[in-house]
C-alpha cells in the first residue's frame, strides 16, 4: 500500500479530477487548493497571490523580494517572494506527507517526496486539442484562444518545476506511472492509480 | 479492444520482456528482433547491420551511402545507408500492423503507427541502479561499467529517436502508458497492459 499519490498534470487534462476522486475512493485527504490555505496561515501572504504564485514561481512578477518585512524569519531575508514560498510549500508537504495518507496534486510533490517509498507519482496528460475543448466546456471562453492559454499554462508549469527540480517537466522518468487521459479516460485513469496505491 | 501495442523502453528496464510476456498472453505475433528477418529479407542487409542500425541508425558508422549497390531501387540511391534502413522498417512495420495483431517492441513504432487508432503506445523505463543490476545479471558483465552501457545506449536509442520522429524519446506525452518497472514490477506491468489492450 502506498499511503501517498501525488499527482501532475498538463493543465485542462483531468489530472485534479482524477486526484479528486481517487482521494475519495480512498479515502484519504486530498490537497491542491487546500494547500494554498495551509500556507497562508503559516506565512500570512493572500492566499490568491499563493494560488498564483505556487505553481508559477519563476515568472517575473514574483521577483519582488523579501528585504524588509515585519514578520519574515531573518534567515528568509533577501530571498525573492517566490522562493521563499517555494521553501514554505515545500515544508507544509514535508509535514502533511508525515502526518496522514494523502492525495496531492500538483505544487512539485513529487519531487519533494522523493526520498519516501510510500509515495505513488503520477503524470496526467493528454493531446491539445482534447484539452482545448475540455477546457472550454468546464471553464468557458476567454479573450485568449484555448490552444494558447493551454500552452502559457503549460509553460508556466513546466518552468516553474525546472526551476525548483532541476528536472524536465512530464518526462516520464520522473514518475512512477503516466496516463494519457484522452484515450484511457478519467475513471479508468482512477481505477489504474487505486489499484495499484493498493497493491505496491 | 486495441490491435497493436507498442513497446519502448529504456534499455535494462525489461520493457522487452514485458512485451514477449504480453503477446503470450493476448496470443498475438511478437516482433523485435524478429523484425530484423523481415527486414534483411527486403533489403539484403547483413541480419547484424541491420539490428546494430535498426535503433542506432543516427551513429556515425552507418553513414555509409549507397551510390552504387546493386540492387537498391534508384529512388533510395543517394541516402545514407541508416536512412534506407528506417525507410524500409518503417515499411514492414506498416504491413506487419495491417496484417494481423501484434506487438512490437522498439524501432520508433509508436511514431510510425501514429495515425493508426487502434494502438496502444507504451513506454517502459526505470531508475539507473536497477537497470545495472539488471543487466549485469542477464548479459554479464563487459568492459564498460553497466552505468556507462546504460548511458551509452539510451543516448544512442534517444538520438535515432529524434532523428527520425522530431520528438523527444522518453517524453510522456509520446505515449499513451509509462510505466517505472522497478515499483510497478515487469509482471504487473504486463497485467495493466492486458488489461488496458483488451478494454480500450
Known amino acids: 500500500m502506498k499511503r501517498i499519490v501525488t499527482i501532475s498534470r498538463e493543465f485542462g487534462s483531468g489530472g485534479r479530477s482524477v486526484g479528486k476522486k481517487l482521494a475519495e475512493r480512498l479515502g484519504v485527504k486530498y490537497y491542491d487548493k487546500e494547500l494554498v490555505k495551509e500556507v497562508a496561515a503559516e506565512t500570512g501572504f493572500d492566499p490568491s497571490y499563493i494560488e498564483e504564485t505556487g505553481e508559477h514561481s519563476a515568472s517575473k512578477s514574483s521577483w519582488s523580494y523579501l528585504f524588509a518585512s515585519p514578520g519574515v524569519p531573518g534567515i528568509m531575508k533577501g530571498m525573492s517572494a517566490s522562493d521563499f514560498l ?47 475543448d475540455r477546457i472550454v ?59 495499484l496505491t493498493r497493491e505496491l
Chains 1, 2 share one sequence.
Open 86 to 132: 517555494w521553501c514554505i510549500q515545500r515544508n507544509v508537504i514535508l509535514k502533511l506527507a508525515e502526518e496522514a495518507p494523502c492525495v496531492i496534486v500538483g505544487r512539485c510533490a513529487d519531487y519533494i517526496l522523493k526520498d519516501r517509498d510510500d509515495c505513488l507519482n503520477v503524470f496526467v496528460h493528454a493531446p491539445l486539442n482534447y484539452r482545448a
Open 137 to 195: 466546456r468546464l471553464y468557458g471562453e476567454s479573450d485568449k484562444s484555448p490552444e494558447q492559454r493551454l500552452k502559457d499554462k503549460d509553460k508556466r508549469r513546466a518552468n516553474n518545476y525546472e526551476h525548483y527540480t532541476g528536472q524536465k517537466w512530464g518526462a516520464s522518468q520522473n514518475y512512477h506511472l503516466c496516463l494519457d487521459s484522452s484515450v484511457i479516460g478519467i475513471d479508468r485513469c482512477v481505477d489504474l492509480i487505486e489499484s
